[in-house]
Structure formats: structure tokens, C-alpha cells
Nanobody, 121 residues
Framework: QVQLVESGGGLVQPGGSLRLSCAAS????????MGWYRQAPGKQRDLVAS???????NYADSVKGRFTISRDNARNTVYLQMNSLKPEDTAVYFC???????????????WGQGTQVTVSS
């Protein structure tokens, strides 16, 4: 069983910063990739940033230069540092982890519970 616990969301003014964290726990053999998605009301869920086990990083065009994704392999944790936040960044942010449990050789796509980020004056 693999579970994800997200934290770090909240209310921030435009131009402010937040750092999201997501910790994967359980009997994990390997984590193939970790990332963050976001979904605003009435909108689809879109990729914000991702990082693979090989270190390949991808960002959505809308957050390039403002957001930074990083990981702590020893703690199976992924972070999203969000700077220069804009009102359009307001959304529920979901952690996503592609991990292989120790009980199987098949990787599985896990989702966190979501954390609200609100950027408003």
C-alpha cells in the first residue's frame, strides 16, 4: 500500500510564495516519477511540473521561471516551490507519484488528496 500526504497549501497575496510538499509512504520498491497537477473550478486537471527517477524535469509553460520542483529521494518526498504567485495560479494542487510497490513489478499511478492554493489580494 502506497499513500501520499500533501501539505503546504494556503492563502497568499499576489507575488508571494508557497512551498508544497508530498511524501510517499508504504512498501515502495521504486518511484519512477513524481509531479504536481492542478485543477481550478470548471477546468481540467493539468500538469504543473514533474521529475523522473532519471532527473528529467518538465514544467508547464505558465509556471516556467517561477516554480521549482525538487525531490528528497531518502524521504520519498517531492516539493514544489512556488514564487511570484499570480491569481491565475489559484487551484487545487494534486501530488502524483508513479511508484512500484514491493509486492509487484507493475508500477501504479497514485494521487494525493489535493491541497488548496489561493492567490488573492
Amino acid at each position: 500500500q502506497v499513500q501520499l500526504v500533501e501539505s503546504g497549501g494556503g492563502l497568499v497575496q499576489p507575488g508571494g510564495s508557497l512551498r508544497l510538499s508530498c511524501a510517499a509512504s508504504g512498501s515502495i520498491f521504486d518511484i519512477n516519477a513524481m509531479g504536481w497537477y492542478r485543477q481550478a473550478p470548471g477546468k481540467q486537471r493539468d500538469l504543473v511540473a514533474s521529475i523522473t527517477s532519471g532527473g528529467t524535469i518538465n514544467y508547464a509553460d505558465s509556471v516556467k521561471g517561477r516554480f521549482t520542483i525538487s525531490r528528497d529521494n531518502a524521504r520519498n518526498t517531492v516539493y514544489l516551490q512556488m514564487n511570484s504567485l499570480k491569481p491565475e495560479d489559484t487551484a487545487v494542487y494534486f501530488c502524483n507519484v508513479i511508484a512500484t510497490p514491493r509486492t509487484t513489478i507493475v508500477p501504479y499511478n497514485y494521487w494525493g488528496q489535493g491541497t488548496q492554493v489561493t492567490v488573492s489580494s
